[in-house]
């Protein structure tokens, strides 16, 4: 059975006026080639571009090379010091990467044995708002990922894939088509009724796992060794806009990981079609690869790809505040709520293939804080607080924490009630209990609350003015049973 192929990452800060990054990207060119290889990926963050991310990873001088949420070299930077602390480190983070795949395939069982446990009504882990939320928080987390990282295609493929490898699904599927584990020597046959258990996996009304990813899956075409699914009304994808490229990546790579761990054999996994591509579903290519499956394609460099996704963020945020409040379904089959599992799935397998993953959702979440259309409602609920972008630290803190409580805010269902502790001048902490993002994960030594970490220090800017820095000092994945973040303002 493979192994995940997400490479190593490395990331380089850099300015247009710094002196020394020209020659440092040459550097590292000529140590292992830039852009992306089969061990190692380097990343060029420009920090006047990325305010947040210097914040995040405290940047004084430039360039400052990271790898594996780890400053490694900053400043002037010999040829020698690049190769010697570069691949020492890269070596030991390849060994470490190798001792987590067990902590990683625990975690992904125990995500999906919780999901199939609350979702058969087993046992609920939000016993207050109930287990269900809305589609747009895969959404937003989903497409602000994409749109932020080249790579992040292949990070949710790979991502995918080990939920697939390691979680519950493959043994459902096995027990949704009986037929898969018969006594059939016949690889072709396998391939086929794996093919027909995958078809009744994601359908609605066949799978008997109320989920709600999906609504119903056709199979367009069926070879002994390739097949073409279609699926629609897909949670993560649904009333996107067209911008040339798939969004789906996390469910190909899901797919592939599920028919290899049924069927021992390599398998490649491509979706050609998607609401981001034009069409009203998601279809899926797919085929046995042999002996190895080729790396996951990285999409092609546009000058406008960043604008397209800012684009495509702004419209599925109003689209999903208008579903919140009943002016418009965005799924008129499935309805606009899925299990919360199937976020946690994405975000959980997301953070342990990656660790930069976290960073990136922070980023992401930081933009929907500081231009979220909940600051219209906020501005409508703040009574006589002062003006937005002008309010005391404290005044801030108790209007967003009237905001999260305030009963609208619960129709999105995204998390339960939240309160506030450790009230000083210019910091204080917010905790928040029943968030859809880690509620009931198991304790994987990891926060897996980035976005929600980011968007909160992007709402305190948006009211205050002022520089905000927001940190998750507890959550489910830390061994926790709620989520707080330690917020303060920064010179």
């Not at 080990?162 to 059939?184: C, M, Q, R, T, V």
């Not at 999409?299 to 689209?319: A, T, V, Y």
Request: proline share 4%.
């Amino acid at each position: 059975m493979s192994q995940s192929q997400v490479p190593t990452r490395i990331l380089m800060f850099t300015s247009p006026d710094c002196a020394y990054c020209p020659s440092v990207e040459k550097l590292l060119q000529r140590t292992i080639g830039f852009g992306s290889v089969a061990f190692a990926h380097v990343s060029t963050i420009d920090i006047n571009e990325n305010p947040e991310l210097k914040t995040r990873y405290k940047i004084k001088s430039l360039p400052t090379l990271i790898i594996n949420d780890e400053k490694v070299l900053s400043g002037q930077i010999t040829e020698g010091e690049v190769q010697n602390v570069l691949w020492n480190k890269l070596v030991t983070t390849i060994l470490e990467r190798e001792k987590s795949y067990d902590m990683r395939k625990e975690t992904m069982l125990a995500i999906t044995t919780n999901t199939l446990s609350s979702a058969l009504e087993l046992q609920l882990v939000r016993p207050s708002i109930g287990d269900y939320t809305h589609i747009g928080a895969l959404q937003k987390t989903t497409f602000s990922i994409l749109g932020l990282d080249v790579l992040a295609t292949r990070l949710f493929y790979e991502a995918g894939k080990d939920l697939g490898l390691y979680g519950a699904d493959s043994h459902l599927l096995l027990s949704l088509n009986p037929k898969i584990g018969a006594e059939i020597r016949s690889i072709e046959k396998r391939f086929k009724h794996v093919i027909d258990g995958i078809r009744i996996f994601f359908n609605r009304q066949t799978s008997n796992l109320p989920t709600y990813f999906s609504d119903r899956v056709d199979i367009v075409s069926l070879e002994d060794d390739e097949a073409v699914i279609r699926v629609y009304e897909t949670a993560s994808s649904t009333q996107a806009m067209d911008i040339g490229e798939p969004l789906c990546h996390f469910t190909a790579g899901e797919m592939a990981g599920m028919i290899e761990a049924l069927l021992a054999e390599s398998v490649t996994v491509r979706e050609t079609a998607c609401w981001g591509t034009g069409n009203p579903y998601c279809e899926f290519y797919i085929k046995l690869a042999g002996e190895k499956e080729k790396p996951y394609p990285l999409p092609k460099k546009r000058k406008d790809r960043p604008e397209r996704f800012k684009q495509l963020i702004d419209r599925s945020m109003r689209l999903a505040y208008d579903s919140i409040f009943m002016k418009r379904k965005m799924r008129p089959n499935t309805g606009d709520y899925l299990h919360l599992g199937v976020l946690q799935q994405q975000l959980t397998s997301l953070k342990l293939s990656d660790p930069f993953t976290g960073s990136l959702l922070y980023a992401a979440g930081h933009q929907q804080g500081l231009n979220s259309p909940e600051i219209e409602f906020i501005n409508r609920i703040k009574n006589k607080s002062a003006e937005i972008g002008d309010m005391e630290f404290l005044e801030a803190l108790k209007v967003l924490r009237n905001f999260y409580n305030h009963p609208s805010s619960f129709l999105s269902r995204e998390h339960g009630k939240v309160r506030s502790r450790n009230l000083r001048k210019e910091s204080a902490s917010l905790i928040i209990y029943e968030l859809a993002s880690a509620t009931a994960t198991p304790n994987a030594g990891v926060n897996f609350c980035d976005f929600e970490t980011g968007k909160i220090a992007g709402l305190f800017e948006r009211l205050t003015g002022q520089n905000i820095v927001a940190n998750e000092s507890k959550c489910w994945g830390l061994g926790n049973n709620f989520c707080e973040f330690d917020v303060s303002k920064v010179d």
